[in-house]
């Protein structure tokens, strides 16, 4: 365990979890990990989500739990094609919206009951509700897209506008 250690001590001294509870004559060993997790911690409070454990028991600092789908944004001539992951879920629980140029996803993942006479040894997946918002390109045409649900994938179509097609333009240098 990574802490901070009294000077003067030799190395055997009291490990104090917070920089308050440290007297003035300690050395400070830093550990830029616990630091990123002391940042998500406080971000991820900051947009309310659940904290859970995170397997280091010792260390007593939770991790927050969030899920969030994965995707592949593809482009083409013709189109933009977003691939979102959504592995066991009902294209009934997923939506897909835009407004002002912001395409969404959410939804929610349900988790599975535990069925009679199994015990759960290791839950890692994560379940609850997601969000995932897009801005559009401009050559994207907000009123022709298309989403498709098959075999855990979300496929979300948006064709260009040939129209909006941003042009290169040479402006002359005086």
Known sequence: MVGTW??????????????????????????????????????????????????REAEDKPVMAQWCPVVDILEDDREYIIKAELPEMKKEDVKVSVTDRVLSISGERQQQREEKGKRQHRMERSYGSFFRSFTLPEAADEQKIDASYHDGVLTIHLPKNPQMEPKALEVPVK
Do not use: K
């Not at 009291?14 to 406080?42: A, E, F, G, K, V």
């Open 6 to 55: 009294p000077v003067g001590l030799g190395g055997l001294g009291h490990i104090y979890p917070s920089p308050s509870q440290r007297p003035m004559n300690t050395l400070n060993i830093w550990n830029p990990l616990r630091d990123l997790d002391d940042l998500q911690h406080r971000l991820s409070s900051f947009f309310r989500h659940t904290p859970i454990g995170n397997g």
